[in-house]
């Protein structure tokens, strides 16, 4: 394992493919670049639209002019607003308002197809641009956000054609459901490999960041540790130190199991190694055995609780520390570790880096949660939750 040293934060990955982007004011660069990219796509379709509509006015199809150029003009205003958003204030494009007046336009273009035409017609209005709400909506809130948005499109495209064809959906249900699946998966792709491209973004600045402090650490740390081995005439510290200089050269050359491990095995290895360094005795109390976990779970786990149980023997003066690790919710872990120590007054007590880098940093990294608690006299729980 490698827990013991408290390693320096890289950057937080954002939310995977299919989970929903926390909240933001400004989005990033790779969120911009895209809209970009949608607002050129959202120029030319009403470019295209236009030349459309002006050739079905010369009488090619029984359009309504009036209502046509309007619904134009509308698009144009907005696609121009949202364009200049994207390119000044940036902030703009992620306010929930902004988005549900994007998908709002787009669901109103749809339904209103069959009121511009009169009769049949070979394409239908507006070309795609109300699937560009559907792939902005993915874009910036996410995989789910955007299919909702594209099912909103893509059915009122469909109660437009049934309520202005005298029968309503008969022998065009097919092509209606059809657009719905569109729109909905399109929303849903936008959003998936939006999370896909910030992984890799994200990927390659920690990989970026764990170079930089490995050449810190050996550079320094190693050194250190190194010669307090070499000068020691204390068996204990030697044996800590190298142990330290072990575990910080497993980081730096990342050698961490990549398979699946066994979430108990892995922290009953930790608090022997925590008891080992500290006064504290370290209890581990098994509610539900979560079994096998990603890696990159256990490690996170594992190197909180290790970071919890170094904090009490600091600063709590218990004689024990007791974990509870028990299976919740729909595959989630949860994971509390107790002591009867002196406790503290958790709204005046600021975090630590202890606190803030090497438990929260690591729990929510993975995606999970952190909750402290405890008052003045009555000991101390911090309780882990990650899914």
């Not at 990033?28 to 607002?39: M, N, R, W």
């Not at 309007?70 to 949202?82: F, I, K």
């Not at 055995?289 to 190197?303: K, N, Y």
Request: charged share 20%; with cysteine; aromatic share 4%.
């Amino acid at each position: 394992m490698t827990q013991a040293v408290p390693i320096p934060a890289v950057p937080t990955p954002p939310a995977t493919a299919g989970q929903r982007r926390p909240p933001s004011t400004v989005p990033d660069e790779q969120t911009i670049g895209l809209l970009s990219a949608v607002v050129v796509l959202r120029v030319a379709l009403l470019v295209w639209a236009s030349v459309v509509v002006a050739i079905d006015i010369r009488g090619v199809a029984p359009i309504r002019p009036v209502p046509a150029v309007v619904a134009l003009g509308v698009l144009s205003a907005w696609t121009a607003l949202y364009g200049w958003w994207v390119r000044r204030r940036p902030t703009m494009v992620v306010r929930t308002w902004v988005g549900i007046v994007d998908v709002a336009l787009a669901a109103s273009v749809a339904g209103i197809d069959h009121l511009v035409y009169e009769g049949p017609h070979p394409q239908t209005f507006a070309s795609a641009w109300p699937l560009c709400a559907a792939v902005v909506a993915g874009i910036v809130h996410g995989t789910r956000v955007g299919a909702f948005a594209g099912a909103c499109i893509g059915s009122a495209g469909a109660i437009g054609m049934a309520a202005l064809r005298d029968g309503g959906l008969d022998g065009a249900w097919l092509a209606a459901l059809g657009t719905i699946v569109l729109m909905t998966v399109s929303g849903a792709i936008a959003g998936m490999v939006t999370g896909l491209v910030r992984r890799a973004e994200t990927t390659a600045a920690r990989a970026e960041a764990r170079e930089e402090v490995a050449r810190q650490l050996h550079d320094g740390v190693l050194q250190t540790l190194a010669v307090v081995q070499r000068r020691s005439d204390d068996p204990e510290l030697v044996g800590l130190a190298r142990e330290q200089e072990l575990d910080l050269r497993r980081f730096i050359s990342d050698e961490r199991p990549r398979s699946s491990q066994q979430l108990v095995a892995e922290l009953r290895r930790t608090l022997a190694q925590a008891e080992r360094r500290t006064s504290l005795r370290c209890e581990l109390v098994v509610i539900d055995d979560p079994g096998t976990r990603p890696p990159e779970t256990v490690e996170a786990l594992c190197g909180a609780v290790h970071e919890a149980v170094t904090n009490a023997a600091k600063h709590s003066q218990a004689p024990r520390v007791v974990v509870c690790l028990d299976s919740v919710g729909t595959g989630a872990v949860s994971c509390t570790i107790n002591d009867n120590g002196v406790g503290f007054d958790v709204e005046s007590t600021p975090e630590g880096t202890g606190m803030t880098r090497s438990i929260r940093g690591r729990v929510e990294q993975v995606g999970g949660t952190v909750q402290v608690s405890s008052r003045p006299g009555e000991g101390c729980e911090i309780a882990l939750r990650v899914p």
